[in-house]
């Protein structure tokens, strides 16, 4: 089957700790991307990538980074310095920048206590 | 910088009954992509519109794009319990079509 995947679906963390989120995708897609969903907002982008080895900030980077090392992956990392990480994170990705529809993966839950 | 403002926030209906939400942007578009989230889930893609004043259907589902290009509304007739879920609209930002979203409308059916 073809799609995304993330994991793990839900994740708990104490205040200070890194923490990484998966996201795979075998649809041979060049633009990938991540997504904060919060209740009763949409969804604003934390980072993307058009291509491997290349990523941008989207409108709320500060306290996360990601990295494009292999076409079907792009982790993201939650630092400590993020300060309300509590949320829904969505992975996303397409065929390339332009007018494609984005595929989501499942989403992964993070909870900071 | 550049909004997309979706109403209203939730919409309780009878089941039978429609129901529409409306997308506005504060820039002109130059298209416009709307998505399905179920409770729980990830939002799923229904469908992209492109031209001024363009009308899709799908089913019972009626989607239009302005004729500025600023504004787009889905229209759902006889919701049925499958319907069930927040509808977001999201337009590109800048030149590498970067989405921003609207805050989504909820979809609920009254028991």
């Known amino acids: 089957d073809g799609g995304i995947t993330q994991s793990p679906k839900y994740l708990f963390r104490k205040e200070g700790q890194n923490v990484t989120l998966s996201c795979e995708q075998n649809l041979n897609h060049d633009a990938m991307y991540w997504y904060r969903q919060d209740p009763g907002q949409g969804l604003r982008l934390i980072y993307y990538s058009q291509i491997v080895n290349d990523f941008q900030k989207g409108d709320i980077a500060e306290g996360y980074s990601v990295s494009r090392e292999k076409k079907e992956s792009f982790p993201l990392t939650v630092t400590s310095a993020q300060k309300n990480p509590t949320a829904f994170y969505l992975c996303?990705?397409?065929?390339?920048?332009?007018?494609?529809?984005?595929?989501f993966g499942p989403g992964t839950r993070l909870t900071v206590t | 910088g550049q909004q997309v403002m979706q109403i209203p926030q939730y919409q309780h209906v009878q089941e039978g009954e429609d129901f529409t939400t409306y997308c506005n942007s504060s820039t002109t578009l130059s298209n416009i992509q709307w998505y399905k989230q179920r409770p729980g889930g990830h939002p799923v893609f229904l469908i992209q519109l492109v031209k001024s004043g363009e009308v899709k259907k799908q089913k019972r589902l009626t989607f239009q794009f302005g004729e500025a290009k600023k504004n787009s509304s889905l229209h759902i007739t006889a919701t049925q319990t499958t319907d069930v879920g927040t509808y977001f609209c999201?337009?590109?930002?800048?030149?590498?079509?970067?989405?921003?979203w609207g805050a989504g409308t909820k979809l609920i059916i009254k028991p």
């Open positions: 996303a990705s397409s065929m390339g920048t332009g007018p494609y529809e984005q595929y």
């Open positions: 999201a337009g590109p930002v800048d030149s590498n079509y970067q989405l921003i």
